[in-house]
């Protein structure tokens, strides 16, 4: 399974490019064309181009944003993941004006190699993590993270 976390590796990589056009690139390198995602927050239709949308959001919100693979595992056509994603709110995100509060959110991702399919359970931690910001639970913020739906 070797080939999966590497193609897991390089999605990963590829989330925190922050030049648009070199994002684009990447993720359309590692992304098949019908991929879908179960974790974008409302008004984003799954896909390629939504995912590449919301990641333009969350570098502006949160420039310095790192995504640290914590585990990693494959089996078969799937791979399971833990991360561990930091960064500063320092740009407005889902409507939320800069706070400057530094945040961590433990993500937890099954992607299904070849489909390259991400299902993920990460945002019921935000509120939490940002409770200077006053982003109560259910926010758009949220469920940008994906508070407000099950993988």
């Given at each position: 399974m070797t080939d999966h976390k590497d193609l897991y590796r390089r999605y990963i990589d590829a989330l925190i490019i922050k030049d648009g056009e070199a994002l684009d690139r990447a993720l359309?390198?590692?992304l098949a064309v019908d991929f879908v995602a179960h974790d974008l927050p409302g008004?984003?239709?799954?896909?390629?181009?939504?995912?590449?949308?919301?990641?333009?959001?969350?570098?502006?919100?949160f420039p310095d944003q790192t995504l640290t693979i914590e585990d990693l595992s494959a089996e078969d056509v799937r791979v399971a993941a833990r991360l561990t994603a930091v960064g500063t709110h320092l740009g407005e995100f889902r409507g939320i004006p800069a706070t400057g509060l530094k945040i961590t959110v433990e993500i937890f991702d099954i992607i299904r190699a070849g489909r390259a399919v991400p299902a993920r359970q990460m945002g019921r931690r935000v509120a939490a993590a940002m409770p200077g910001a006053g982003v109560p639970p259910g926010h758009a913020a949220c469920s940008a993270l994906g508070g407000d739906r099950d993988a």
């Open positions: 359309d390198q590692v008004g984003l239709v799954d896909g390629r181009g939504a995912l590449k949308a919301f990641r333009r959001q969350v570098h502006v919100g």
